[in-house]
């Protein structure tokens, strides 16, 4: 019997899925690995090093219920199958973030991950609407892909039951995310009492700074986060007083990035053109009616959802 995970965090990219991660990692009678778990992805799946990685996590767990988050499980059309071979009766979260948004926060994170080149939103965006990119940086689809989570979740309900998949809303959950978070405890049957720590963190808090990100992707800084981030498949390589010496070099990254640099050059919300930003809308309008009617229910009062027309619980707009 396949040692299947209790659950799994779908995502949506750039919506507070690594803060779940946290938040469920540090309870004492959860199990997940620390770092996301691209496995159930092209190129990376393979079925029987995926059942190996099961076992293996199911013996760490040690009584513990597990599962692991991979926050592009939701956007990749490739992975609701796979989740189904080898999770079948896992249960599924995803928590949802208005597009526009998200899109915006992801822009900036691509640019810092040197996944697309380094420029005004009004210019990028512009691109990653038009499609320019697509054919040159692999990733620049999805950008606005992972947006559509309408199209994501319909192709999820194709292999899971309705009630196998949990889905929440961000905008509605931040007010109180300590409530949101014992509300998870308590769907998964564990201890809805503790106090985690990890409500306090921003682990992947985005910069808007485009000269702090320009700096960052200078080799010295990007080697170090990319390749020595702890949890990745090369940090588990080094032992003794490697690890820790690279261990240091990242956190060496990130206090002159979070701290350092950002004293000197703050980040400042993008301002992005009225325009630009309804056509964004524009684009997300039919996913966002897909997405309603998916779930039964309307959308919360997101801005890119009301620029768009589409009906959201604030009532029916234009």
């Not at 990376?44 to 990685?53: C, G, I, L, N, S």
């Not at 973030?97 to 640019?111: C, F, G, K, N, Q």
């Not at 490697?242 to 050059?265: D, M, P, Y």
Request: aromatic content about 12%; proline content about 8%; overall charge positive.
């Amino acid at each position: 019997m396949k040692a299947a995970p209790h659950f799994a965090i779908l995502g949506a990219q750039k919506s507070a899925s690594t803060l779940l991660h946290r938040c469920l990692r540090q309870h004492p009678a959860v199990h997940m690995p620390g770092s996301e778990t691209e496995l159930f992805e092209d190129p990376f799946y393979d079925e029987a090093r995926t059942d190996a990685w099961m076992d293996e996590q199911q013996r760490i767990a040690a009584g513990r219920i597990w599962g692991f988050k991979r926050a592009d499980l939701l956007g990749r059309p490739e992975c609701p199958a796979r989740l189904r071979h080898h999770a079948p009766e896992s249960l599924l979260l995803a928590l949802l973030r208005d597009p526009v948004e998200r899109l915006i926060s992801a822009y900036y994170w691509y640019m810092k991950m040197a996944y697309i080149p380094v420029l005004p939103p009004e210019e990028g965006l512009r691109k990653v609407l038009d499609g320019t990119w697509n054919d040159t940086y692999p990733h620049a689809g999805e950008l606005l892909s992972y947006g559509e989570y309408g199209a994501a979740l319909a192709r999820y309900r194709e292999y899971f039951p309705e009630q196998q998949i949990r889905v929440w809303f961000f905008e509605e959950q931040r007010a109180d995310m300590a409530a949101w978070v014992a509300e998870v405890y308590a769907l998964l049957g564990i201890d809805t009492s503790f106090a985690t720590k990890a409500l306090h963190e921003r682990p992947k808090q985005s910069v808007y700074n485009l000269t702090r990100i320009r700096i960052f992707r200078q080799p010295p800084f990007h080697r170090l986060w990319i390749e020595y981030c702890p949890g990745s498949r090369e940090w588990w390589t080094f032992k003794g007083m490697r690890a820790n010496a690279r261990w240091l070099a990242k956190a060496g990254v990130i206090v002159t990035e979070r701290h350092l640099l950002r004293r000197f050059l703050p980040d400042r919300k993008p301002v992005i053109p009225a325009g630009l930003r309804e056509e964004l809308a524009t684009f997300y309008a039919p996913d966002a009616t897909r997405l309603s009617t998916l779930l039964g229910r309307p959308l919360p009062a997101w801005p890119s959802a009301v620029a768009a027309g589409v009906a959201t619980e604030a009532g029916a707009v234009r």
